[in-house]
């Protein structure tokens, strides 16, 4: 099971700030947490993702808590294009030096002009 | 380059024909994935190769079979399959390593009829 809880959609409008919340309270101090999207019929796309430090690229900005136990996928100026579905995830480890990916429902975010 | 490359992008199949999708990726990588995906679900995780041998099998019926010819080189082997096996099929790929991301196929859209 995915160890992750996401709303299941959330509204935006074009050009404010779309602020997606992740719940990971069971995460491990060695897991991370990836951010993907999946726009439609299309193969999901990493976005970012983090340990403990807030991380920033030219998508998005990743904030954790302190306790690790939740996070929130801001993007700065939503677009039309950003319209997708956004699967937090947490990085589990099979006990091999891979971790694998194993998504949740994700955020359905539909951009509104 | 960091494209996984998919194909064929659609495939229609008979339940008694034999076909294989294939995935390839020049980018290094040494962790391949296949996912598959049902309409309005999230990605399943089906199989995981790491450094061409596999590593991770998600108790996925034989009639799905997989093979990673060489760190390129992902294909998926499918015969006798059935209707409700008819999904989108990702292929991914990373580094290896907890702290790497993956990257995505665009898909291949399978229909068995």
Known sequence: DAKTTQPTSMDCAEGRAANLPCNHSTISGNEYVYWYRQIHSQGPQYIIHGLKNNETNEMASLIITEDRKSSTLILPHATLRDTAVYYCIVRVNYGGSQGNLIFGKGTKLSVKP | ?113
């Open chain 2, 1 to 113: 380059d960091t494209e996984v490359t998919q194909t064929p992008k659609h495939l229609v199949m008979g339940m008694t024909n034999k076909k294989s999708l294939k995935c390839e990726q020049h980018m290094g990588h040494r962790a391949m994935y296949w996912y598959k995906q049902k309409a309005k679900k999230p990605p399943e995780l089906m199989f995981v190769y790491s450094y061409e041998k596999l590593s991770i099998n998600e108790s996925v019926p034989s009639r799905f079979s997989p093979e990673c010819p060489n760190s390129s080189l992902l294909n998926l082997h499918l015969h006798a399959l059935q209707p409700e096996d008819s999904a989108l099929y990702l292929c991914a790929s990373s580094r290896g390593g907890m702290n790497t991301e993956a990257f995505f196929g665009q898909g291949t859209r399978l229909t068995v009829v």
